[in-house]
């Protein structure tokens, strides 16, 4: 029996007493919350007891959406993000065939760039990462996840050809006037062929797995998740699973257009964590992203030509297919939507189906980025019970992409969350990893400030208070899971997920809080992450 207690310090509980003057847990629960006096007299001669010096012990933070097994994938590629042109690009991955000695064949891929950010202003060419090998496959994707551009052996290896045709909802870019493939592939032509390409092997995936956990542990979360789980990334979730590797509790989301097969194969994960591994849901797509100008809007992008919108993935009777099976099998259904008018596919096939079955059951649905939600349509989305999980750092990272996108107006009123409270609907958090780093303290920075690279203070009616942007990355999202009866806040009976900051955000000044460090994370009462002193 592990007994543990915590004083001296700040003690945020996320409940209705915000503060608690100490916390004691009893083999990985919270076992007592309260004043220091009352707490102590539970204390036993085996209880181990930590003084905070001052430090913020509180919930510990929960990942929303990310793509866990695809993070750990990247740590075994290079790593494109601070790339700043074409040069770049082909030196890093010249750099990594030499370092690896890789023969003739062998694929060469890369995770990370981004043309907004490269001086060229443009994705690169088969041509420019035929300069890295012409006898080996090169492959790079876009931060995003959405695009991403193959060299002249890729291609080939693909079987992408000037008689391949553009797969519905997606694009294969071409040379100027021919239908030959320039090496440029765009959203289901590029997610699609991507499964083609050579996958580490299991042993390696359960290896970077782990790495990939303590990546999240450092970042102070203690639930992540994986976002899309096709064939591969079940057989790593649940080798992971089997052996036992698994630290962080991991919720994954099976595609259901490709692979709906796995929810009949994997019945005892469906809700039910596994050693550590549990599928919450399904998943689907139903556009692009705003700063790869793919994401489907009601209104042109700006300077945009013949009035181009964006495009769907789907025709709205195959939405309401998906919806309608996940209502039937009353299973949580997780949306990629970026525009407002994918949005509004999604939230009229709510409406629909739900008018057709007459189905009482809330699945909680979830709408994933909801970057460019109109106010109009969180009053739908609160009427169906349909959570928005806001990727905020969009305001950092991509808000002065935005502004030139979509205009000030909308651009300002991207991840609307003080609007969201305002209407009262249950709003996260999340990066989607790998897309930037599940740092989740950063996150609350752009929630709370809202001020993108160039300075620029981006839709700033929309800030929140730090509270209210803690809440999306912990009981709320703790809700959009089905688990606020275990975690999420500091509450008697709920689990011992904790984590000690050496600052409070609640007190610091707004600036700082992306500079907080995240100085240990515990997990069921067992320390996970400790940041070396």
Not at 10 to 30: H, Q, S
């Amino acid at each position: 029996m592990k007994e543990t207690l915590y004083y001296n310090g700040d003690i945020i509980t996320m409940e209705k007493e915000n503060y608690a003057e100490a916390v004691l847990v009893k083999d990985g629960i919270i076992e007592k919350v309260g004043k220091r006096d009352e707490v102590f007299t539970y204390k036993n001669e085996n209880t181990e007891i930590i003084d905070l010096q001052g430090k913020t012990l509180m919930p510990a933070f929960i990942d929303s959406h990310s793509h866990i097994t695809s993070l750990a994938n990247t740590l075994g590629i290079v790593a494109l993000h601070d790339t700043k042109n074409f040069k770049d690009i082909v030196n890093k991955l010249r750099a990594f065939k030499e370092d690896k000695a890789l023969k003739k064949g062998e694929w060469i891929i890369g995770f990370g760039y981004d043309h907004n950010f490269l001086e060229e202003k443009e994705h690169p060419t088969k041509e420019v990462l035929d300069m890295v090998s012409e006898d080996n496959p090169v492959m790079i994707a876009h931060a995003s996840g959405h695009m991403g551009v193959m060299n002249s052996a890729a291609l080939k290896e693909v079987g992408i050809t000037s008689s391949t045709a553009n797969p519905e909802g997606g694009l294969i870019g071409r040379i100027a006037g021919t239908d030959e493939p320039n090496g440029y592939l765009e959203e289901n032509a590029f997610i699609q062929k991507t499964g083609k390409v050579l996958k580490p092997s299991l042993e390696k995936m359960c290896g970077l797995m782990e790495e990939a956990q303590n990546i999240y542990f450092q970042y102070g979360i203690t639930t992540a998740q994986d976002g899309l789980v096709r064939e591969n990334e079940a057989a790593i979730l649940k080798a992971v699973s089997e052996k036992k590797l698994l630290k962080i509790d991991v919720v994954g989301y099976v595609d259901l257009k490709n692979s709906k097969a796995i929810m009949e194969d994997s019945r005892k994960y469906l809700k039910n964590y596994v050693n550590r591994f549990k599928i919450g849901g399904y998943k689907i797509f139903l556009d692009g992203s705003p700063q790869g100008r793919t994401a489907w809007m009601s209104k042109p992008y700006e300077d945009a030509e013949d009035g181009y919108r964006g495009y769907p993935i789907y025709k709205d009777e195959e939405v309401e297919g998906f919806v309608e099976t996940a209502i039937n099998e009353n299973i949580q259904l997780l949306t990629h939507c970026n525009g407002d008018a994918a949005a509004d596919q999604l939230i009229s096939s709510f409406k629909k189906t739900l008018n057709k079955t007459q189905s009482k059951e809330n699945i909680r649905p979830v709408m994933i980025h909801a970057q460019t939600l109109r106010y109009d349509q969180l009053d739908e989305m609160k009427k169906l019970h349909m959570i928005p999980s806001y990727f905020v750092a969009h305001t950092y990272y991509w808000g002065d992409i935005h502004i030139k996108n979509l205009g000030k107006e909308r651009a300002f009123k991207i991840s609307p969350l003080r609007k969201s409270i305002e209407k009262g609907v249950i709003y996260t958090l999340h990066q989607d990893a790998p897309v930037v780093s599940p740092d989740m303290l950063h996150t609350v920075w752009c929630a709370v400030n809202r001020i993108t690279k160039n300075g620029v203070e981006i839709g700033p009616d929309e800030r929140v208070e730090p509270l209210e942007a803690l809440k999306g990355v912990t009981i709320n999202a703790a809700y959009q899971y089905f688990e606020e009866d275990t975690k999420g806040s500091i509450k008697e009976g709920k689990l011992a997920d904790l984590i000690i900051l050496d600052r409070n955000p609640l007190k610091v000044n707004p600036m700082e809080i992306k500079d907080i460090k995240v100085m240990e994370t515990i997990k069921e009462g067992n320390t996970v992450y400790s940041k070396k002193q």
